[in-house]
């Protein structure tokens, strides 16, 4: 869950981190480590950066990807932003 705003660059840095490796053990791996990777975001602002990030992507890397905004998956009655935000 992304809350915070994040420059473009640290924001293409972690989506290209959890898509190419992941840290194990002391090493890296180069092989896909995660078969879908989600990002839930709180607006459409913050939704447009990551699929910003996603378009730079290859096919196959782009496929294992996707990104939301929470209130669309989360009912608000189930869980508000207050529950998440300081």
């Known amino acids: ?3 915070t705003a994040k420059k473009p ?6 989506v290209r981190s959890l898509v190419y490796k992941t840290k194990l053990g002391g090493g890296y791996r ?4 995660f078969t879908a990777i989600w990002f839930y975001v709180p ?7 990551v699929e ?3 378009e730079k992507l290859r096919t196959e890397e ?3 990807v996707s990104v939301g905004i929470w209130e669309d998956v989360w009912p608000a009655k189930l869980v508000s ?3 998440f935000l300081p």
């Open 43 to 49: 607006d459409e602002k913050r939704k447009k950066s």
């Open 81 to 83: 932003k207050k529950d």
């Open 9 to 14: 660059d640290e924001l293409e840095k972690k």
């Open 62 to 64: 782009r496929e294992r």
């Open 30 to 33: 180069d092989d896909p480590y």
């Open 52 to 54: 910003g990030v996603i």
């Open 1 to 3: 869950m992304e809350l």
